[in-house]
DNA sequence: CATGAATGAGTTTTCATTCAT
DNA sequence: AATGAATGAAAACTCATTCAT
């Protein structure tokens, strides 16, 4: 029903793009049904209905239901990848660094927690399409490389990067979960001590 | 990948306890499925089939598609649940009993990959019941517990336990996903490393 | 047998209505079928090529198979008791209201056969909700008062008016039965030796 | 599961036959069940668990379960049959005829409600064999012969020996479901004033 | 003989997709 | 462009019947 209220960040990439309030309207109502059902526990036709429009103006937009996913894992993937890269500044520190990180994230779960959701649940799906997993591994790359930068600066520890990577996010995923299951709140000083927390985890 | 690394328990428990051979054919088949492919991805025809069985034959052994999930989360759930409370010693050092959590995980997901999959991704799915609710409710509740009394004798940070536990069992998810993923494997070393990384996140 | 007479009350009704005549071709098919081969006996499938439509859109209009079956019974159990009703004059001799009875039931069954077998056949069936009962024990109600009422002027005998209904209806139910088995024609002349009979069974 | 409560006039006929208890113990909760649930709407395991015998079982004893309807209603059919033609006494007045009528339906309803709603609610089934059919024809052959004698003697109205047979047989069963429906209690005095009814509904 | 586990064809129902309007 | 009714393939589930024990 209150189809703009979470639409603001959709629509105006899309206006920038020429796609359409429709598209838009269609990829918003598919993240909050596929976050909380999944891909295949949501039909076309409810998307549609939440979405406001009929079930065939779906497929005016998006060729499948396999479209809409891959749209939409590659919109946020590549939205959290853009906030990530656009905030770093080369002569902040590695503690100030890994600030950034987490803030960005945190500013995403706030902002989008559907998104992030989403993300995490359709990661390596089977029906993730080749531009989603190469979309991935390209940000994957960016990533591990400036771990192998950090770990070549003793800035980390000397441990391969793919752990420290995997401690990192894995920890914050966890801490969006305990949130979703209401176990915690993700409050400033909850995330100002989790950050430490995970901080001393890599920090070299 | 290693089927036979996760049937050995579940056919022990069988023979045990008088379970068929073809009920655990069925969880064994739908174990692999909707760790997968998902609850909602996984027809009953293609467990059945997997399985070795007709389709009909698996409504013998399970009232429905959600009584299979439901015995699997239960099953599995359990199972790690005992193994982390067998081997508890009152006398080890904090470090020790932090060191026993993680190999009894990391035991777990090497004999049985596919069900820690399993579990996480079917945590708190709306197809639960209330029993598979009420077990993990009881088993988070045992390790909050243990986290509390951590805090209280100063061996982990002065946070709420909720966020060490989060940290601790996602960085752990993190590790096991990449692996998944084919970016790390699950060494000794690496997890030894990767042990190490997370003791210094939550000690005090 | 005749598949027009059936027709025409329930496409008046459907344009009236507006109802669609996907939802009519949909009754009328299914009331053929459950009354020939009973409800169990009758496959959706069948009712959606007897309607000539595909076998999913049966549920654009009906919820569940049992919903067609309550639509028809209390379409018709109305419908055969607003003719009733109708043609009630308060003027009229006991005789006279008799034979109108007579009349509109054998008005109905000439026309819709089908629904009458079908009326007969599912009465207290299991699967009948909430409101066809209601609708039922409705009409039973008013039948009996009006038996009652005639009871006191002495108009039929002096026995519980239960019994002289259940003869009354029953032995209706056997003539258009016998009619069924092709062992009777429901003449003008059958019936109203027919008729007369029942009325010295019933008179006071 | 109190098997033996209605078994008894089936037991008799068949040791007397050769027949098993067991084959008995099928028909008897088969019989409940089809006139319960209808032939359709009950499976055959539940006959076999009624009966407290294996579902394999039962296929030793009956070809199929259309073999098993066919047989109850021959068995009963037949039954009811023999009681009518036992009790008649040639030297008996028309109205003492039909009282012995009515008291024979009666008795047999009262003994063995079940097979009368069975034989009401399975006549002219497409399930029912020639057999069935042939021996209901026959019956039926009977019966109105014997109206036509009635009606060449006066001794019933001049009207189709058809017609008065319907009504008669009608109305009884009128009563009867009006009592399946608690409308009515089949009390000596209820059934007295029925017979009386339903004779001066038929007679010259 | 008796069984009951096993099954595959059949049931009711859902849904991604199409297409006439 | 937009629709939403229509659909058939496929889903979950049932059951008459068979057959190894």
Chains 1, 2, 3, 4 share one sequence.
């Not at 209220?5 to 105006?12: D, I, N, P």
């Not at 206006?15 to 918003?28: F, N, P, Q, V, W």
């Not at 406001?52 to 946020?76: D, P």
């Not at 915690?184 to 995330?191: I, R």
Request: hydrophobic share 40%; net charge negative.
């Amino acid at each position: 029903m209150n189809i703009h209220s979470g639409m603001t960040e959709l629509s105006r990439a899309t206006t920038e793009e020429g796609r359409s309030l429709k598209r838009d309207a269609i990829l918003e109502a598919a993240l909050e049904l596929f976050s909380e059902r999944g891909f295949h526990g949501t039909a076309v036709p409810l998307i549609a209905e939440k979405a406001g429009i009929g079930a065939g103006t779906v497929y005016r937009y998006f060729e499948s239901k396999e479209a809409i996913v891959n749209a939409l894992y590659q919109h946020h993937k590549q939205d959290l990848a853009d906030r990530m890269i656009r905030g770093i500044r080369a002569e902040q520190s590695p503690r100030e660094q890994f600030h950034h990180y987490w803030a960005i994230l945190l500013a995403f779960v706030r902002e989008n927690p559907k998104a992030f959701e989403f993300l995490e649940l359709h990661h390596h799906s089977p029906y993730l399409d080749d531009a989603s997993r190469a979309l991935e591994q390209r940000i994957f790359e960016m990533a591990r490389s400036r771990f192998e930068e950090f770990r070549r600066q003793r800035v980390v520890k000397d441990v391969q990067p793919e752990i420290l990577m995997s401690i990192a996010h894995g920890a914050f995923v966890g801490l969006v979960k305990a949130c979703g299951q209401e176990r915690l709140v993700l409050s400033e000083k909850a995330m100002a001590d989790a950050e430490q927390c995970v901080w001393e985890a890599i920090r070299g």
